[in-house]
């Protein structure tokens, strides 16, 4: 569906409608080579082949790194994406076989240069100056690394094309709001898209006293656990809170 504006309509008389969140996603349109042109590192350099050479539309031009353990190279593409496919040209010459063994890492962590990011496939056989392509099945990621483990290594790419669209962002959020009637004054209508959806876990009916009690709240998402004790004048004692996850 194509629009500028998203009504969420209640009918009915005497309805109240009351909204925590919306959040408004759109499908880009597809892009091709995403990687062309973008910001290029490699573990090293040998003689003139610079790590833009990969990405530079000229699959005659190639990159190359000096004989060492593990080479790598990397694009960044700017913010995440879903990369569908990853296409690589090898070179054309008799050690065209130096990529075999490649792997090529697809994710949002530099951590060890990005090589431990998830892993979309390993290049088993690259024929010489043959182009192939590789399916990452929509792996999301900022940084496609091409990482070759093993000593005395070199690694050597002519052109790296990356397949792929921007991850979909919450349109709603950047967009004005409005609404027939506000409740009150804690009801504007902007509160529906501010980014905060105040998702309650749970409500404390009674705790006997020294005792200890777990509330499930199946693997809500969040920074903060905000514990409120609604009412006028009343104080709020905790003598121990245990929060237990796993970071996103």
Same mark, same amino acid.
């Given at each position: 569906?194509?629009?500028?504006?998203?009504?969420?309509?209640?009918?009915?008389? #005497?309805?109240? @409608?009351? @909204?925590?969140?919306?959040?408004?996603?759109?499908?880009?349109?597809p892009?091709?080579? =995403?990687?062309? !042109?973008?910001?290029?590192? +490699?573990?090293?350099?040998s003689?003139?082949?610079?790590?833009?050479?990969?990405?530079?539309?000229?699959? #005659?031009?190639?990159?190359?790194?000096?004989?060492?353990? %593990?080479?790598?190279?990397?694009?960044?593409?700017?913010?995440?994406?879903?990369?569908?496919?990853?296409?690589?040209?090898?070179? %054309? %010459?008799?050690?065209?076989?130096?990529?075999? !063994?490649?792997?090529?890492?697809?994710?949002?962590?530099?951590?060890?240069?990005?090589?431990?990011?998830?892993?979309?496939?390993? =290049?088993?056989?690259?024929?010489a100056?043959?182009?192939?392509?590789?399916?990452?099945?929509?792996?999301?990621?900022?940084?496609?690394?091409?990482?070759?483990?093993?000593?005395?290594? #070199?690694?050597? @790419?002519?052109?790296?094309?990356?397949?792929?669209?921007?991850?979909?962002?919450?349109?709603? #959020?950047?967009?004005?709001?409005? +609404?027939?009637?506000?409740?009150? $004054?804690?009801?504007?209508?902007?509160?529906?898209?501010?980014? $905060?959806?105040?998702? $309650?876990?749970?409500?404390?009916?009674?705790?006997?006293?020294?005792?200890?009690?777990t509330?499930? *709240?199946?693997?809500?998402?969040?920074?903060?656990?905000? =514990? @409120?004790?609604?009412?006028?004048?009343?104080?709020?004692?905790? *003598?121990?809170?245990?929060?237990?996850?796993?970071?996103?």
């Amino acid at each position: 569906m194509v629009g500028r504006y998203v009504n969420v309509f209640l009918p009915g008389y #005497s309805r109240i @409608l009351t @909204l925590c969140e919306v959040e408004v996603y759109a499908d880009p349109v597809p892009v091709e080579n =995403i990687a062309l !042109g973008k910001k290029t590192s +490699q573990s090293s350099k040998s003689f003139r082949r610079k790590s833009d050479n990969a990405v530079d539309g000229e699959r #005659s031009t190639c990159c190359q790194t000096h004989t060492e353990a %593990d080479p790598w190279w990397r694009v960044d593409l700017l913010r995440p994406h879903n990369i569908t496919s990853v296409t690589i040209t090898n070179r %054309d %010459d008799n050690t065209a076989e130096m990529i075999d !063994g490649a792997e090529i890492h697809i994710g949002n962590s530099l951590e060890n240069n990005g090589n431990n990011n998830p892993l979309c496939t390993v =290049i088993s056989s690259h024929p010489a100056w043959e182009t192939l392509t590789f399916q990452c099945h929509g792996m999301e990621g900022r940084y496609v690394s091409i990482y070759l483990p093993g000593c005395h290594k #070199s690694l050597s @790419l002519c052109e790296v094309e990356v397949n792929g669209m921007p991850v979909p962002e919450n349109a709603a #959020s950047s967009g004005r709001a409005t +609404q027939s009637s506000q409740w009150d $004054k804690f009801g504007d209508a902007d509160n529906a898209i501010d980014r $905060k959806r105040q998702v $309650k876990c749970a409500v404390i009916p009674y705790i006997p006293a020294g005792q200890t009690r777990t509330y499930q *709240c199946q693997g809500m998402e969040g920074r903060y656990v905000n =514990i @409120l004790l609604p009412g006028s004048l009343r104080p709020l004692t905790l *003598c121990e809170v245990e929060v237990n996850g796993t970071p996103l």
